[in-house]
C-alpha cells in the first residue's frame, strides 16, 4: 500500500474483516509471516514448506526435505533463513536464495516447536517432547547442543542443578515437568520458556542459567508469543485462558525485581472454549485467538480495556493456525480438516475523487461561485507564459531518497524468482 | 499515432544468420558538431559554468534492420539491450559495445523492453499484442503474457522482480505475475492508448500515461487509482517515469516540453523546452551519475541535456540522421546509449 497517498481512513482500519484469499496448496498446519510481511511460509502435513508470496498471492518457494508433518516455522531476521521443525525429529535451516538446505540438526526426540535467535540465524531453541529444551549453535560449521533446564528457579537462594537430583517431595514433584514453548525475547538476550506445569522460566541466553521462574497458571503453557513491537507478551495455556503481560524492562532491571503481573485475562465465559493458537496485531493493540472445535471462529480482543470487538468466522473448517501480518492490517489462518489457507484483509473502495485533479467528494450539493476571470479568453501564448512564469524557482531535488514514516525501512530478502523450475499449479483463488 | 512510421522490412522467412548481421563498428571517430547553444524557443544560452556535460561518441553499434524503438542499460550495468521493428532484440557489452546476442521470436515490431532487477531476464512488449519474458544469456523464451486485445507498449518489472506491469493500445494495463505468468489484474486505465508505465522504487505505485493527455498514478496491491494529474492543453503524453528518488515523475509530451512534476502536489514544477517532439516518442530520462540532468532525444536527430534546476539547455549532441526515440543512462558511469529510426545505436562517453 503506498502511505503517501492513500485515503487516510483506509489507513486507520483497525482490523480486517473480509475474507479476500484462500490458497490452497497441500494440507497446511502451521504458518509464519515474515518480518516484512510480504512472505508467508506454510508447512505441509506430508513435510514439505512453502513459501507464499503475498504480492501475487503465488508460491514463491517449495522446500522438500522433511518426511512427518511440519511441527513450527521461523524466520531469520533479514528473511532470508527459514528453520523448519518436523515430526520426523529433524530442524532443517533453509536458505531462501535457492531453497537449499542449509542446515540439518537431528534430535532424540519429537519437537514441540523451534526459535531462530532474533539477530543470529545460526541460532536456535528447540522445545522437545522427552527431552530437555536444547539450545542449538552452529556458528563455526560445529553443532553444539546446550540442554536447559525445565525446572523453574526457586525463590529462596537454593539453585536446583539437575532434573533428577534428591531433594524433598515437592521439589521432585517439580523436577517432572518438560518445556513445550520456548521462544527468545525482542533482544534474544533471555529465552522464555512455558512447562507442562505452567511455570515460565525465563533463561539468560548466553549463561543457560534459569534466572527467573513464576509460576503463571496450573495447566499447560501451550504459547508464548510477544508482540511486534516485544512490550508485551501472551501465555495460551490449557485452562482456556490467555493471559497477556507487559515485558518486564530485561535491559536495565534485574530478573529478581521484574514485575510479572497479568494485564488481562482473555477467556470465553460462556462456551468455555480452548484457544488453539494465539497472536498480535501488528500494532499490538488486538489480540487474535481462533476457537477449538465446532466453533470456526476467530476472536478479536482490544489490549487496552480487554473486551471482545470482534468474533471472523471461518467459512468451514475449525481454524489451527492464526498469524496477523506484521506491517498490514492483514489475517492469514489454517483449517483444520482441508488445510487451506484463508486470507482476511481490509477492502477500500475506489476514491473517485482520484480520478480527475480537480474532482473532490462532498457531502451535500455546494453552490458554486466562478471566479472573476474564469471565462475570460487569453492567447495561447500569454496563458502558456504565465504558466512558465509561475513554476518554482526551487531547488528540486531528484535524487535523495526520503523514507517514508511507518514504512518498513529494514532490508529484508527478496526471494529471487527462478523461471526454469516445473511447478506442479496450485489453486489460488480470490473470494468476497 | 505510432510510436514507428515505418515496419520492419517483410521478413519472409524470419531466419537470420548471425554471421550475415555487421556486429558493431568500434572506436568511431568522433566526428559530431558538439554545440552548446540551444535550438529557437530557448533564448537562454548555458555560459560560465565548468560542470557542464561533456559528451563525447564512443561507439556506433550497427545491426538492427529497422528503427530501434528502445534502449536500456541493464541494472547492474553490464549490458545494452535494444528493441526494434525488425522482431528482434539485440544485446551488447556496455564497456566496449560489442555485439553479444540477438534474441527473436515475436511475431511483430517490438516497442518496449525492461530488464529484470538482476539483470537475468528481459520483458518485452510487442505489436503482436504480446508481453514476453526472455532468458537473456540463453536466449530461450521464459514466459508468454497473453491477455492484452491491442499493440502492446510499454513494459515494466517492480523493483522485486516479481511483477510485470504492461501497457498497451487497448488502453489498459495489465499487471502480471512473472513466476507463474499469468494477469493478476487489469486496469482500466486511459480513454486513449496507454504510452508508458513505470514502477516506484519500492514497488507500491505505478505511473502511466496516456494519449488523452492524462498521467495517472495507481496503487500497485489493490488496483485503484490514486492521483490524476494533467496538463491544460491536452497534449498527449509521450511517456513518463519516476525520478530516481520517486519523489517527480518526468513527462514528455507532445507539444515539444519535457515536464517535470511533483505529484503531492499535484502541479508541474519545472518545464524543459528547445527539442522537438511533435510526432513520435521520444523518451526523456535523469543522467545523475555527475551533475544532474534531463535528457531526451529530438525528431530533428539531436540528443538534448538540460539542467533540472535552471531549466537551461547545457549541451546538445548532433549525430543521428532520424528521429531518436531513446536514450538511456547508465547507472553508475558517464555514460549515455542513443537510439532511433535509422537503426543506429550510439554510446556516448563522458570521461
Given amino acids: 500500500m503506498n502511505l503517501l497517498l492513500s485515503d487516510p481512513f483506509a489507513l486507520s482500519q483497525e482490523y480486517p474483516e473480509n475474507l479476500t484469499h484462500t490458497l490452497n496448496y497441500g494440507h497446511s498446519t502451521c504458518i509464519k509471516f515474515n518480518r516484512k510481511g510480504d512472505y508467508l511460509a506454510s508447512g505441509l502435513i506430508d513435510g514439505t514448506v512453502v513459501v507464499f508470496d503475498f504480492e501475487t498471492y503465488g508460491i514463491a518457494r517449495v522446500l522438500r526435505g522433511h518426511t512427518r508433518s511440519v511441527q513450527s516455522l521461523s524466520w531469520s531476521r533479514d528473511g532470508r533463513y527459514l528453520l523448519s521443525s518436523s515430526r520426523d525429529w529433524k530442524c532443517i535451516l533453509w536458505d531462501l536464495k535457492d531453497g537449499s538446505r542449509e542446515k540439518t540438526v537431528r534430535f532424540e526426540s519429537a519437537i514441540w516447536g523451534a526459535e531462530l535467535h532474533p539477530f543470529n540465524h545460526q541460532i536456535f531453541i528447540a522445545a522437545l517432547l522427552d527431552d530437555s529444551p536444547t539450545l542449538v549453535d552452529f556458528s563455526d560449521n560445529t553443532i553444539r547442543k546446550h540442554l536447559l533446564f525445565s525446572a523453574p528457579l526457586q525463590k529462596d537462594d537454593e539453585e536446583e542443578e539437575d532434573e533428577g537430583e534428591d531433594g524433598d517431595v515437592r521439589e521432585r514433584k517439580q523436577d517432572k515437568q518438560s518445556t513445550l514453548v520456548a521462544t527468545f525475547t525482542q533482544s534474544g538476550q533471555y529465552i522464555f520458556a512455558g512447562t507442562s506445569k505452567g511455570w515460565l522460566n525465563v533463561i539468560d541466553s548466553e549463561t543457560l542459567q534459569t534466572v527467573r521462574s513464576e509460576k503463571l497458571t496450573t495447566s499447560n503453557i501451550k504459547h508464548i508469543c510477544f508482540s511486534v513491537s516485544g512490550k508485551q507478551f501472551l501465555v495460551n495455556s490449557s485452562d482456556r485462558t490467555i493471559r497477556l503481560y507487559n515485558t518486564p524492562d530485561l535491559t536495565y532491571v534485574d530478573p529478581v525485581d521484574w514485575d510479572i503481573d497479568v494485564v488481562h485475562r482473555f477467556q470465553d465465559v460462556v462456551n468455555r472454549l480452548q484457544w488453539n493458537s494465539v497472536a498480535f496485531s501488528s500494532n499490538g493493540d488486538y489480540v487474535l485467538a481462533s476457537t477449538y472445535q465446532d466453533a470456526h471462529d476467530i476472536y478479536i480482543w482490544e489490549t487496552t480495556v480487554g473486551s471482545l470487538v470482534k468474533i471472523i468466522e471461518a467459512p468451514r473448517e475449525e481454524i489451527v493456525d492464526v498469524q496477523w501480518d506484521p506491517n498490514r492490517t492483514l489475517v492469514a489462518a489454517t483449517g483444520l480438516d482441508h488445510g487451506t489457507i484463508y486470507v482476511w484483509a481490509t477492502v477500500t473502495p475506489q476514491r473517485w475523487s482520484a480520478l480527475a485533479p480537480d474532482f473532490v467528494e462532498v457531502e451535500e450539493n455546494v453552490e458554486y461561485e466562478e471566479r472573476e476571470d474564469e471565462f475570460d479568453i487569453i492567447p495561447d501564448e500569454v496563458a502558456n507564459k504565465r504558466k512558465l512564469d509561475q513554476e518554482d524557482d526551487d531547488e528540486v531535488d531528484v535524487v535523495t531518497i526520503e523514507r517514508v514514516r511507518g514504512e518498513f525501512s529494514e532490508e529484508s530478502f527478496v526471494i529471487p524468482v527462478i523461471l526454469e523450475e516445473d511447478e506442479e499449479t496450485f489453486d489460488s483463488s480470490d473470494s468476497d | ?351
Fill in chain 2, 1 to 351: 499515432m505510432d510510436k514507428m512510421d515505418l515496419d520492419g522490412p517483410a521478413d519472409s522467412s524470419g531466419d537470420t544468420t548471425d554471421s550475415e548481421l555487421p556486429s558493431h563498428y568500434g572506436n568511431a571517430v568522433p566526428d559530431i558538431s558538439v554545440t552548446k547553444a540551444s535550438a529557437n524557443a530557448k533564448p537562454v544560452v548555458a555560459t560560465e559554468r565548468t560542470d557542464l556535460p561533456k559528451y563525447v561518441l564512443q561507439f556506433v553499434l550497427e545491426g538492427h534492420r529497422a528503427g530501434v524503438t528502445t534502449v536500456k542499460f541493464s541494472a547492474d550495468g553490464r549490458w545494452i539491450a535494444t528493441s526494434s521493428a525488425d522482431k528482434t532484440i539485440k544485446i551488447w557489452h556496455a564497456e566496449n559495445g560489442e555485439y553479444e546476442t540477438t534474441i527473436e521470436g515475436h511475431g511483430r515490431g517490438i516497442n518496449d523492453i525492461a530488464w529484470s532487477p538482476d539483470s537475468n531476464m528481459l520483458a518485452s512488449a510487442s505489436d503482436d499484442k504480446t508481453v514476453r519474458i526472455w532468458n537473456v544469456m540463453s536466449g530461450r523464451i521464459l514466459r508468454t503474457l497473453r491477455g492484452h486485445t491491442n499493440y502492446a507498449y510499454s513494459v515494466d518489472f517492480n523493483p522485486k522482480g516479481n511483477l510485470i506491469a504492461s501497457g498497451s493500445f487497448d488502453e489498459s494495463i495489465k499487471i502480471w505475475d512473472v513466476k507463474r505468468g499469468v494477469c493478476l489484474r487489469t486496469l482500466p486505465a486511459h480513454s486513449d492508448p496507454v504510452s508508458a508505465v513505470h514502477f516506484t522504487r519500492d514497488g507500491t505505485m505505478i505511473v502511466s500515461c496516456s494519449h488523452d493527455g492524462q498521467i495517472r498514478l495507481w496503487d500497485t496491491s489493490t488496483g485503484q487509482c490514486l492521483k490524476t494529474l494533467i496538463e491544460d492543453n491536452n497534449s498527449p503524453v509521450s511517456c513518463v517515469r519516476f525520478s530516481p528518488n520517486g519523489k517527480y515523475l518526468l513527462s514528455g509530451t507532445l507539444d515539444s516540453a519535457v515536464r517535470l512534476w511533483d505529484y503531492l502536489k499535484g502541479r508541474c514544477v519545472k518545464t524543459y523546452q528547445g527539442h522537438k517532439n511533435e510526432k513520435f516518442i521520444c523518451v526523456p530520462t535523469f543522467s545523475i551519475t555527475r551533475g544532474v540532468w534531463v535528457v531526451s532525444g529530438s525528431e530533428d536527430g539531436r540528443i538534448f541535456f538540460w539542467d533540472v534546476q535552471t531549466k537551461e539547455v547545457v549541451q546538445v549532441l548532433d549525430g543521428h540522421k532520424d528521429v531518436v526515440l531513446a536514450v538511456d543512462a547508465h547507472p553508475t558511469k558517464n555514460l549515455l546509449v542513443s537510439a532511433g529510426l535509422d537503426g543506429v545505436v550510439k554510446i556516448w562517453i563522458e570521461r
